[in-house]
């Protein structure tokens, strides 16, 4: 049940930008450059798929915009309101609409309290619900979320890994949240606990509108729960947009590259990969230009003078893409020194 | 309906007094293996055995592992048997706890003692100069004869398996200076540095005084694959290979993987979750449950027409990139895994299984063998319920078919020419 009505942006991030310090203090600071100028749109009750490899700044675009991290530069807006801005008291307000499910279900439940204890922590806080009520509720939340209240005394230890997931999932979802980001919810889980924990995150969403940020390095169960995706590489969107057109239509040669790497179980499948020679460059220095010439195939001097704007080129198809291969606008162009 | 509840909750509470008992019993059974296993100049033939096929590196016949616990004796690997043949790779499937890497680590005697026991069967492997040893029999220090030189081992983690505090070349002359006395300092680095270059790593002279600490992930596993070939051994065991990689890095590695086996013209067992890895490097397919091979056979077999409702369950439940085009709820297998220290006495699967009938309930199924080597420990395919009318497993027609063009992706290369999509005049 995606609501139809609003076609307005529900959350939005501008130029995000997040810089961490690195090296000793005393000398020539330096910045690892973990979110370099990132922009995106998410619709209400819809899904935005991250993808992009390991250190290329997925998690940290989740945790900044929910301001578990400072915000170097860029704007965030979350349902009209900017983040940014909030002051303690009011971003404790937003707090509850806005959730998280980490990566780990094994580090982020805490050993030491009963499953009941954490799913029902933060409802007390926030006063979802009245006091009297509170048992009731984390019943009702344990039950969607696939785990029989009989389990509410035990402690984390006990459960499997799915089952973990689910306690992750069901915290999250315990505090009538619109916005959830999901950071690699089914990475760490078996294959047919993975489709357990997917079909669940969907039964949510279609009951209670919820809407999505999947960030994911696995590419088929981020074509298969998102409705618009976001490569990202080294701190930078390359290509954005719609989820058919960029799985018919890959544009960027990162996410052809990508796209080809994924392994399809079919032994008659015939591979015709484009293997990335070397790896991610240092994200303190990264290459001038095209943060991915160093490693493209298609790379010419351009690539190393001019940084590529996003430009959509296809008619119909909300896709844009950051690259040389493509023509570029003509109004101002950047050289990069 | 009664054990379907039953098993659904898996944990048990022991008192310390029951607990007590059982370690004082299986300090007592671990005692008697132990010493087994360290007894000095045992004679060659106790351990000497004859190959089934001599065309096979290695045969696994009825192997049992058992891990014996604080609560009870933990059957990780139940008797499993399946062959490698020389220069094949075989896949092992199955997910996390099923014993896939306890089998391969009985193949390398390197399961965690005294807690871990080979208990039963046998683990046929010929070496180089011909002899045929049983691993599960093999006293430890005759074991180092073969580990590392005959049999080596990829692990899982890059990061965890490497040793901090030491350089990498230091790290990968060992394993040369221990197997080849006779060779000089300087013979075994030129050794080492080439097969840094093997494995792709550019400036490898560099790398060889590096500590691990200084590589990126995919580096240390090109690391720890040249340290597993180092010795140009006739088997090696990927303990998961790629699982800590990104996909571009797992293509890179997988690629090498391939290249190197042919090399050296070696065989591989890999151990892997992701089915797409299998489908692309295996030759043979075993798909591990609960200890229990339940299905094996060769890969087109496995992925096109899968028997056991297990290995259907595991195909259907996977997100592909190849159907964009229809988007129908992904199935998932309900349920969890049976906990190995309290098996049933009857199929372990049939609690999560939809065409699960009433003799699931009752025995464990036999293997049922279908045409060229493919089997299956399944009753819904045993010649005696043949005319009972049971729905068995079908495939859905995307993976049954898939080498159909319809469903392949063709990924683009390059520039996209975006204005023939724009405007599509050629279909008209």
Same mark, same amino acid.
């Given at each position: 049940?995606k609501?139809?009505?609003?076609n307005?942006?529900?959350v +939005?991030?501008?130029?995000?930008?997040?810089?961490?310090?690195?090296?000793?203090?005393?000398?020539?600071r330096?910045?690892v450059k973990? /979110?370099d100028?990132?922009s995106?749109?998410?619709?209400?009750?819809?899904?935005?798929?991250?993808v &992009?490899e390991?250190?290329c700044?997925?998690?940290?675009?989740?945790?900044?915009m929910?301001r578990l991290?400072?915000?170097?530069?860029?704007? /965030?807006?979350?349902?009209?309101?900017?983040i940014?801005d909030l002051?303690?008291?009011?971003?404790r307000?937003m707090?509850?609409r806005?959730?998280?499910?980490?990566?780990?279900p094994?580090? =982020?439940?805490?050993?030491?309290?009963?499953?009941?204890e954490i799913?029902?922590?933060a409802?007390r806080?926030h006063?979802?619900v009245p006091?009297?009520d509170?048992?009731?509720?984390? !019943?009702?939340?344990?039950n969607?979320?696939?785990?029989?209240y009989?389990y509410?005394r035990?402690?984390?230890?006990?459960f499997?890994? &799915?089952?973990r997931q689910r306690?992750?999932?069901?915290r999250?979802v315990?505090?009538?949240?619109?916005?959830?980001?999901c950071?690699?919810?089914?990475?760490?889980?078996?294959? !047919?606990?993975?489709?357990q924990?997917?079909?669940?995150?969907?039964n949510?969403q279609?009951?209670?509108?919820?809407?999505?940020?999947?960030?994911s390095?696995?590419?088929s169960?981020v074509e298969y729960? =998102?409705?618009?995706?976001?490569?990202m590489?080294?701190?930078?969107? /390359? +290509?954005? &947009?719609?989820?058919k057109?960029?799985?018919?239509?890959?544009?960027?040669?990162y996410?052809?590259a990508?796209?080809?790497?994924?392994?399809?179980?079919d032994p008659d499948?015939?591979?015709n990969r /484009?293997?990335? +020679?070397?790896?991610?460059p240092s994200?303190?220095?990264p290459?001038?230009g095209?943060?991915?010439?160093?490693?493209?195939e298609?790379?010419?001097?351009i690539? !190393?003078k001019?940084k590529?704007e996003f430009?959509?080129?296809?008619?119909?198809?909300e896709?844009?893409?950051a690259?040389h291969?493509?023509p570029q606008?003509h109004?101002e162009?950047?050289?990069? !020194? | 309906?009664?054990?379907?509840?039953n098993n %659904?909750?898996?944990?048990?509470?022991l008192?310390?007094?029951?607990?007590k008992?059982?370690a004082?019993?299986n300090?007592?059974?671990?005692t008697q293996?132990?010493?087994?296993?360290?007894?000095?100049?045992?004679?060659?033939?106790e351990?000497?055995?004859?190959?089934?096929?001599?065309?096979?590196v290695i045969?696994?016949?009825?192997l049992?592992t058992?891990?014996?616990t @604080?609560v009870?004796?933990n059957?990780?690997?139940?008797g499993?048997?399946?062959?490698?043949?020389?220069?094949?790779i075989?896949?092992?499937?199955?997910?996390s706890?099923c014993?896939?890497?306890v089998?391969?680590?009985s193949a390398?005697?390197?399961?965690?003692g005294?807690?871990?026991?080979?208990v039963?069967?046998?683990?046929?492997y010929t070496?180089?100069?011909?002899?045929?040893?049983?691993?599960?029999?093999?006293?430890r220090?005759?074991m180092?004869?073969?580990?590392?030189?005959e049999?080596?081992m990829?692990?899982?983690?890059?990061?965890t398996?490497?040793?901090?505090v030491?350089k990498?070349?230091?790290?990968?002359?060992?394993a040369?200076?221990?197997?080849?006395?006779? #060779?000089?300092?300087?013979?075994?680095?030129?050794?080492?540095?080439?097969?840094?270059?093997?494995?792709?790593i550019? @400036?490898?002279e560099?790398?060889?005084?590096?500590?691990p600490h200084?590589?990126s992930?995919?580096?240390?596993?090109?690391v720890?694959?040249a340290m597993a070939?180092i010795?140009?051994? %006739?088997?090696?065991?990927a303990?998961?290979?790629?699982?800590? #990689?990104?996909v571009t890095?797992?293509?890179q590695?997988?690629?090498?993987?391939?290249e $190197?086996?042919d090399?050296?013209?070696g065989?591989?067992?890999l151990?892997?979750?992701?089915?797409?890895?299998i489908a692309?490097m295996?030759?043979y397919v075993?798909v591990m449950y609960?200890?229990?091979?339940?299905e094996a056979?060769?890969?087109?077999?496995?992925?096109k027409?899968?028997k056991?409702?297990?290995? $259907?369950?595991l195909?259907?439940s996977?997100?592909?990139?190849s159907n964009?085009?229809?988007?129908e709820?992904?199935?998932?297998i309900?349920g969890?895994?049976p906990?190995?220290?309290?098996?049933?006495?009857?199929c372990?699967f049939?609690?999560?299984?939809?065409?699960?009938?009433?003799?699931?309930?009752e025995?464990?199924?036999?293997?049922i063998?279908?045409e060229d080597g493919?089997?299956?420990?399944?009753?819904l395919?045993?010649?005696?319920f043949k005319?009972? @009318?049971?729905n068995r497993?079908?495939?859905?027609?995307?993976?049954a078919s898939?080498?159909? @063009?319809?469903?392949a992706?063709k990924?683009?290369?390059?520039?996209?020419?975006?204005?023939s999509?724009n405007n599509?005049?050629?279909?008209l």
């Open positions: 049940m609501k139809e009505n609003s307005e942006n529900f +939005e991030v501008r130029h995000l930008k997040k810089y961490f310090p690195a090296g000793l203090k005393g000398t020539t330096q910045y973990a /979110v100028d990132v995106f749109s998410i619709k209400k009750g819809t899904t935005m798929g991250l &992009g390991s250190g700044g997925k998690t940290t675009v989740g945790r900044t929910l991290y400072p915000i170097t530069a860029g704007e /965030v807006f979350f349902d009209g309101v900017k940014n002051s303690r008291r009011d971003l307000k707090r509850p806005m959730q998280m499910i980490f990566q780990d094994y580090s =982020s439940l805490s050993p030491r309290m009963p499953v009941g799913i029902g922590e409802v806080e006063n979802i006091k009297e509170l048992d009731n509720y984390v !019943s009702d939340i344990m969607a979320c696939g785990l029989p009989r509410s035990r402690y984390p230890h006990e499997s890994g &799915g089952q306690i992750c999932i069901a999250a315990a505090l009538k949240p619109d916005f959830i980001i950071d690699e919810p089914v990475s760490a889980l078996d294959v !047919s606990i993975q489709a924990i997917i079909n669940l995150l969907q949510l279609e009951e209670f509108g919820y809407t999505y940020l999947f960030i390095h696995d590419l169960v729960i =998102s409705d618009t995706i976001g490569v590489y080294l701190g930078s969107m /390359v +290509e954005y &947009g719609d989820k057109s960029i799985f018919k239509h890959p544009m960027h040669p996410t052809q990508l796209l080809s790497a994924v392994p399809i179980p499948h015939k591979m /484009v293997i990335l +020679e070397g790896d991610i994200p303190i220095n290459p001038s095209c943060k991915f010439r160093t490693r493209c298609y790379a010419s001097d690539c !190393s001019i590529p430009n959509n080129y296809l008619d119909g198809h896709h844009e893409v690259c291969l493509y606008d109004q162009q950047r050289v990069i !020194s | 309906m009664s054990n379907k509840e %659904r909750d898996n944990t048990q509470y008192t310390i007094k029951e607990e008992a059982i004082r019993e300090k007592k059974i671990m293996f132990e010493r087994e296993k360290n007894r000095k100049n045992v004679d060659e033939s351990y000497t055995t004859q190959m089934r096929n001599p065309s096979n045969e696994f016949d009825n049992h058992y891990f014996y @604080d009870g004796v059957k990780a690997v139940n499993v048997s399946f062959v490698v043949p020389e220069g094949k075989v896949g092992i499937v199955g997910e706890g014993g896939k890497s089998t391969s680590l390398m005697q390197l399961v965690q005294p807690v871990g026991q080979i039963d069967g046998s683990i046929r070496t180089s100069e011909g002899k045929c040893y049983d691993i599960a029999k093999m006293p220090d005759e180092r004869r073969i580990r590392g030189k049999i080596s990829i692990f899982q983690e890059p990061m398996s490497l040793n901090p030491f990498i070349g230091e790290q990968l002359d060992e040369l200076e221990i197997y080849n006395e006779n #060779l000089s300092a300087s013979e075994i680095k030129a050794r080492s540095i080439e097969m840094l270059e093997l494995v792709g550019a @400036d490898p560099n790398i060889y005084s590096n500590y200084e590589l992930g995919g580096m240390r596993q090109r720890m694959i070939l010795c140009e051994p %006739r088997l090696i065991i303990d998961e290979p790629t699982t800590a #990689l990104d890095i797992q293509a590695i997988l690629d090498l993987l391939l $190197v086996k090399s050296i013209k065989s591989i067992m151990i892997t979750h992701d089915l797409g890895v692309n295996a030759d075993v609960a200890g229990k091979i339940v056979g060769e890969i087109n077999d496995i992925f027409n899968p056991h409702p297990y290995t $259907v369950g195909m259907r996977l997100p592909s990139l964009i085009e229809n988007q709820k992904l199935f998932s309900p969890q895994v906990n190995a220290v309290n098996l049933p006495d009857y372990y049939c609690n999560r299984c939809d065409y699960s009938f009433d003799a699931c309930y025995s464990y199924p036999e293997d063998l279908f493919h089997r299956a420990a399944c009753f395919y045993a010649d005696r005319d009972l @009318d049971l497993p079908q495939l859905p027609k995307n993976i898939s080498s159909d @063009d319809q469903f992706r990924i683009p290369q390059g520039r996209v020419d975006f204005e999509i599509p005049k050629e279909k």
